[in-house]
């Protein structure tokens, strides 16, 4: 599974991005794909996933301002990031597990190479 993350940037606060990782490779569907982040001088933090199945999860602080969606095709993962932050500052990976741990950054096996979200106050 090769991944790829794209659509950081640089928002005000309160603003939106939506992230998308695009995944190749034919077992891709059977994957949680996950969007993690890493803050300067943070360890690397679990956002928000989504199963084969389409069921998603989130880290409670994420719920009612990210969204992650995936395409028909199953192809793209999106995460829509809505009234952002500066504490939502960080490079925003995406990467994939077949475990069920998916709340731990070390479960998974594949991951992007991550995009810059960066929010000024």
């Known amino acids: 599974v090769q991944l790829q993350a794209s659509g950081g940037g640089l928002v005000q606060a309160g603003g939106s991005l939506r992230l998308s990782c695009t995944a190749s490779g034919r077992t891709f569907r059977s994957y949680v794909i996950g969007w993690l982040r890493q803050a300067p001088g943070r360890e690397r933090e679990f956002v928000a996933g989504?199963?084969?199945?389409?069921?998603?999860y989130y880290v409670d602080s994420m719920k009612g301002r990210f969204t992650i969606s995936r395409d028909t095709a199953g192809n793209t993962v999106y995460l829509q990031m809505n009234s952002l932050k500066p504490e939502d500052t960080a490079v925003y990976y995406c990467?994939?597990?077949?475990?069920?741990?998916?709340?731990?950054?070390?479960?998974?096996?594949?991951w992007g190479q991550g995009t810059q979200v960066t929010v000024s106050s």
């Open positions: 989504i199963n084969s199945s389409g069921g998603k």
């Open positions: 990467a994939a597990t077949s475990g069920i741990y998916y709340y731990t950054p070390s479960t998974y096996e594949y």
